[in-house]
């Protein structure tokens, strides 16, 4: 069975500063990671997603992630926030293609002027 | 348009009163499924479906029924709703092209049972 955690129910950043979100995950095999972001009272848009290919993985709107296997971890960057960035953040991890996702249990992103 | 729709987007509801929540996707996307997401624990899988006819339970399903007669529905039912059932619920789909883990969804759909 596969979970995720993610550290920090809320994080707050001022417009310009970095941006980082931990996830941690747990699998038996090796994972497929995904970053989602939600914006109020929208569904859930696909981020980024590590499929075994390269560790540090491109996103949309800036955001990158990198998979360390000796950390178990994907955490999310940004160089510069956006006053646009802030939303609600979910880290999600798949034991292999074609299985289920395990969703973190979300990070709040506030950006502040 | 690619997208996943849900209806009602909003539901207030008293216990025991059946409801719906439909769900359509016109993506030919084998793959669906439903969430629902609560304050603090993210989103859990109640149901899903790799295909026409077939579906299997998720992470939380009980008190729910779904069914997938067409590929591009797949509806969320709730026999006999009940307050701890009160939650944001999501649609979602995808197809093996993308190993079944890139999911679009739905704009979500808030229920409310008193």
């Known amino acids: 069975a596969q979970s995720v955690t993610q550290l920090g129910s809320h994080v707050s950043v001022s417009e310009g500063a970095l941006v980082l979100l931990r996830c941690n995950y747990s699998?038996?095999?090796?994972?497929?990671l995904f970053w989602y972001v939600q914006y109020p009272n929208q569904g859930l848009q696909l981020l980024l997603k590590y499929t075994s290919a390269a560790t540090l993985v491109k996103g949309i709107n800036g955001f990158e992630a990198e998979f360390k296997k000796s950390e178990t971890s994907f955490h999310l960057t940004k160089p510069s926030a956006h006053m646009s960035d802030a939303a609600e953040y979910f880290c999600?991890?798949?034991?292999?293609?074609?299985?289920?996702?395990?969703f973190g249990e979300g990070t709040q992103l506030t950006v502040n002027p | 348009e690619a997208q996943v729709t849900q209806n009602p987007r909003y539901l207030i509801t008293v216990t025991g009163k059946k409801l719906t929540v439909t769900c359509s996707q016109n993506?030919?996307?084998?793959?669906m499924s439903w969430y629902r997401q609560d304050p603090g624990l993210g989103l859990r899988q109640i149901y899903y479906?790799?295909?026409?006819?077939?579906?299997d339970k998720g992470d939380v399903p009980e008190g729910y029924k779904v069914s997938r007669k067409e590929k591009r529905n797949f509806p969320l039912i709730l026999e006999s709703p009940s307050p701890n059932q009160t939650s944001l619920y999501f649609c979602?789909?995808?197809?093996?092209?993308?190993?079944?883990?890139?999911?679009?969804f739905g704009p979500g759909t808030r229920l409310t049972v008193l």
């Open positions: 979602a789909s995808s197809s093996p092209g993308s190993g079944y883990n890139e999911q679009f």
């Open positions: 699998s038996s095999v090796p994972p497929y």
């Open positions: 999600a991890v798949s034991a292999t293609s074609g299985s289920r996702l395990t």
């Open positions: 479906s790799m295909n026409v006819e077939v579906t």
């Open positions: 993506m030919n996307h084998e793959y």
